[in-house]
């Protein structure tokens, strides 16, 4: 199979039989991650946390909203933006600590991310099933708690990898040109907008509203379209997002990752 190929049988997978993926199998798909992986500066500034145990693959899994997806897969891993061993080099080295600040952080968590996505593009390739975790984001204080990271050690995104229990169908996406824009950007009026969502609030809405108990989720939310029902308080309420957010912000300026030359304005 043609790497093109591979790429159009992602699916997210949230249901995980209770076939273990040994430690050996995560260290060759984590070296060959890292090597197919650029890394800005080539710092490597990735640390990747495993959850087994029981006990605290139950805290995640409070963390992370006690999503299916977390209780089922047999392992955890925690992708985290990591300056702590990097700056301890420097340190080491007698050289300065230039990246103690929001530049850095965005430095080590696109590292992580990119080693997220490689990885799991390999895991697929070896017929594993991944989940992404984007709750990571909203309790990233309490992970970094619970996976004892240092203090810039700061956890980016978080995935669930199990053997497949399901094979689900493909899930839309945005039309290429919607998103592709030559030489400049393009802004669509009204009515592109709405041609270029027409297909997801089409099998979006109807992938939730085909089900039975999404039906009177939607009901009870008063949602008349997919936008809606997003934006309500069983989704991504805005509760639930600028919380989230808070916490994010809060959490990065408790971190050595803030020093942007502005302390006095920090709060
Ligand atoms: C950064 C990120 C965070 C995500 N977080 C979650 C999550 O918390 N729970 C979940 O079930 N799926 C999560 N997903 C998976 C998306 O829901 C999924 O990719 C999307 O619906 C498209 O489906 P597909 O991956 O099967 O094509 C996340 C995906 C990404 C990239």
Redesign the pocket.
């Known amino acids: 199979m043609s790497f093109i190929e591979q790429l159009a049988l992602?699916?997210?997978?949230?249901h995980f039989t209770d076939e273990d993926v040994p430690t050996p199998v995560i260290e060759r798909l984590l070296a060959a991650a890292m090597r197919g992986s650029p890394s800005s500066g080539n710092f490597n500034a990735y640390s990747v946390v495993l959850t087994r145990d029981s006990e605290r693959k139950r805290r995640l899994w409070e963390l992370?909203?006690r999503?299916g997806?977390v209780a089922e897969a047999p392992l955890l891993l925690t992708f985290c933006a990591d300056f702590h061993r990097f700056r301890r080099w420097l340190r080491l080295s007698g050289a300065p600590d230039n990246f103690d600040n929001f530049l850095g952080f965005l430095v080590a968590e696109i590292d992580a991310?990119i080693l997220a996505?490689t990885f799991a593009l390999a895991a697929e390739a070896e017929g594993l099933g991944i989940?992404?975790?984007?709750?990571?984001?909203e309790a990233t204080r309490e992970i970094a708690e619970a996976l004892s990271l240092p203090k810039t050690v700061f956890p980016a995104?978080a995935l669930a990898l199990g053997h497949p229990a399901e094979a689900?169908a493909?899930?839309?996406?945005l039309p290429l040109s919607g998103i592709l824009h030559e030489e400049r950007y393009v802004e669509q009026d009204d009515a592109g907008i709405a041609a270029i969502y027409a297909e997801k609030e089409r099998r979006g809405f109807e992938r939730y509203a085909g089900e039975a108990s999404r039906a009177s989720l939607l009901q009870a939310t008063g949602s008349a379209n997919l936008a809606q029902f997003y934006m309500s308080e069983l989704k991504y309420s805005p509760e639930r997002i600028r919380l989230g957010a808070r916490s994010l912000l809060d959490h990065l300026y408790e971190t050595d990752f803030m020093n942007n030359g502005d302390e006095e304005t920090n709060p």
């Open positions: 992602h699916r997210s997978i949230r992370h909203r999503q997806a991310i996505q989940c992404y975790l984007g709750t990571t984001l995104i689900p493909a899930r839309d996406r």
